[in-house]
């Protein structure tokens, strides 16, 4: 597979897909916003008018936006120009429910669908060291391996489609939950005195160090919210996530409360900055 169409150069895609370009993969990009295609043209990466062109003579189109909604306007137009036999590898983090309706998509058009969700942020997008979450069978998932390498520094695959979709729930469930509960524990230490830095060192040097907790616990102290992560993007998951588990008659405590306190950071104005903000609440008198 050595020609490449690539959807969605936001924070993550566009990373991602100069990641493909540096590994040599004839690339043609597109963005619905045009603006962001700006970069890439002026680097001489061909950009496509729009979705179907972007997808025609490809042996694969990496699809990576927003939301199930982005998906689905997307795919349709994805499908008029993707030949017979060509792969779509969708990236973004959508419901199971979307997942599946976009593999009967593309294998209704004689093509294959590999479910491949990404676990990180936009420095490891960056780096090209993503872990990729995919969901395909062992032959599909061989033959675009060496786009997925190019991209991340290792495929965990999950099962069936839909499969690499519940697993990136799972992962941002649990990532939502240590956010919180980081900026609630900084806000508590600080207001009985404790010093952040102390507070930070104790907890990276005990049974709770983690990579997360210090990235982003020297983000809530430094007050620098720029955007890895988006609090949006994570309200998003949260809600699909608590979907997810809705429909296996499963109730997630811990997350329907997570998902409250993200709400309240994004209606506090904060949606478009990193989760780190979630130290913002609450509102510092």
Not at 17 to 41: K, M, P
Not at 59 to 73: E, G, H, K, N, R
Not at 157 to 170: D, I, S
Not at 216 to 243: A, H, V, Y
């Amino acid at each position: 597979m050595q020609k490449v169409g690539f959807i969605g150069l936001g924070a993550m895609g566009a990373p991602m897909a100069r990641s493909l370009h540096r590994a040599g993969f004839d690339l043609r990009v597109w963005n619905r916003s045009r603006a962001r295609s700006a970069e890439f043209e002026r680097d001489g990466i061909p950009v496509a008018d729009d979705a179907a062109a972007v997808a025609a003579d490809r042996d694969a189109v990496i699809i990576m936006v927003s939301d199930p909604s982005a998906l689905a306007a997307v795919l349709g137009g994805v499908l008029q120009g993707l030949p017979e036999g060509g792969t779509v590898i969708n990236m973004s983090t959508v419901s199971h429910a979307a997942t599946l309706a976009a593999l009967k998509a593309v294998q209704a058009h004689g093509g294959y669908f590999v479910d491949a969700p990404v676990s990180g942020t936009v420095k490891p997008a960056q780096d090209g060291s993503l872990v990729i979450l995919a969901g395909a069978g062992a032959e599909v998932l061989g033959r675009v391996q060496p786009l997925l390498d190019a991209m991340g520094k290792k495929t965990i695959h999950c099962g069936a489609p839909g499969q690499g979709t519940r697993m990136k729930l799972v992962i941002n469930l649990m990532l939502g939950g240590m956010l919180a509960l980081l900026a609630e524990g900084l806000n508590l230490g600080e207001r009985g005195g404790l010093a952040p830095e102390r507070l930070l060192e104790a907890v990276g040097d005990g049974p709770l160090g983690a990579p997360l907790y210090s990235v982003k616990g020297r983000m809530m102290l430094e007050g620098r919210f720029d955007k890895q992560f988006p609090l949006d993007l994570l309200f998003k998951d949260m809600e699909l996530l608590l979907q997810e588990a809705a429909g296996h008659g499963l109730p997630l405590y811990v997350s329907a409360a997570v998902r409250e306190v993200v709400c309240a950071a994004c209606g506090a104005g904060y949606g478009d900055e990193d989760m780190a903000a979630l130290y913002k609440l609450p509102v510092r008198p």
